[in-house]
């Protein structure tokens, strides 16, 4: 059994398992308080327009009545404005939408049933740099807030890397290792591809064992990276 250090998630491989620190006797106890972002959002939007997509979820949910439709609407138009969604495509349909803006979406589909947990299914794969670079904003915000619990899953090891706190490895369907991400990563296990700000740095400190003094700030991308050589540099000279 193992306990996220950051959440009261538990999780195992055996019969037993724990939400939030009661023994789960029914699947649909968590249905309402766990959401899925599924890594193809086409597979995860089927209304006519962008509003109709979000309010689904609760409409099923909680049975709603047409007088109830309109503030759940603007309930939706809130959450959109957060996620830097344009308001003016609310009408417009979720598949004519750009591959970041479909994502959002089906994020705001979520958001808008307030779950504890989000679980993200590669979230970057198949984006370019500009939509990769923006879904990656808005997990860093949803963690600013603290309200959800992030399960993030993915074969990018850069995004692991700089987004998450714990990285539980999994090998043939069962758990290998839970740790902190970045200890997790300084002992990375073969099968896995270093992240790139790891083995830059493993590369200068075979060059100069000064460096070692990089591992002390933990930098997570390209720019902490720069900031930390920085500093390292300036105190050496």
């Known amino acids: 059994m193992h306990r996220s250090e950051t959440a009261n998630l538990y999780y195992?491989?055996?019969?037993?398992?724990?939400?939030?620190?009661?023994?789960?006797?029914?699947?649909?106890?968590?249905?309402?308080?766990?959401?899925?972002?599924?890594?193809?959002?086409e597979y995860q939007l089927f209304k006519e327009t962008v509003l109709q997509d979000i309010i689904f979820g609760p409409k099923i949910l909680f049975n709603l009545q047409k007088e109830e439709l309109p503030k759940w609407e603007e309930k939706a138009k809130e959450i959109l404005s957060e996620?830097?969604?344009?308001?003016?495509?609310?009408?417009?349909?979720p598949f004519k939408l750009s591959g970041g803006q479909k994502r959002k979406v089906t994020l705001a589909g979520i958001l808008i049933l307030e779950p504890k947990v989000i679980v993200f299914d590669e979230p970057?794969?198949?984006l370019d740099p500009q939509s990769t670079e923006q879904v990656l904003e808005l997990v860093k915000e949803l963690q600013g807030k603290g309200e959800v619990t992030i399960i993030l899953v993915s074969s990018s090891m850069d995004f692991i890397f700089e987004i998450t706190d714990v990285t539980l490895?999994?090998?043939?369907?069962?758990?290998?290792?839970?740790?902190?991400?970045?200890?997790?990563f300084r002992?990375?296990?073969?099968?896995?591809?270093?992240?790139?700000?790891?083995?830059?740095?493993?590369?200068?400190?075979?060059?100069?064992?000064?460096?070692?003094k990089l591992w002390e700030y933990?930098?997570?991308?390209?720019?902490?990276?720069?900031?930390?050589?920085?500093?390292?540099?300036?105190?050496?000279?």
């Open 218 to 237: 933990e930098p997570r991308n390209i720019t902490q990276l720069a900031e930390s050589i920085s500093n390292v540099v300036g105190n050496f000279s």
């Open 83 to 93: 996620l830097s969604f344009p308001l003016e495509l609310v009408s417009s349909s």
């Open 12 to 41: 195992a491989s055996g019969e037993k398992i724990l939400f939030f620190k009661s023994k789960l006797k029914n699947y649909k106890t968590i249905r309402r308080e766990v959401g899925i972002v599924f890594q193809q959002p």
């Open 169 to 184: 490895f999994l090998n043939a369907g069962r758990l290998q290792r839970a740790q902190p991400t970045y200890s997790f």
């Open 187 to 212: 002992d990375c296990p073969k099968e896995l591809i270093k992240p790139k700000v790891i083995s830059f740095i493993e590369n200068l400190v075979s060059c100069n064992s000064y460096f070692e």
């Open 124 to 126: 970057t794969l198949g």
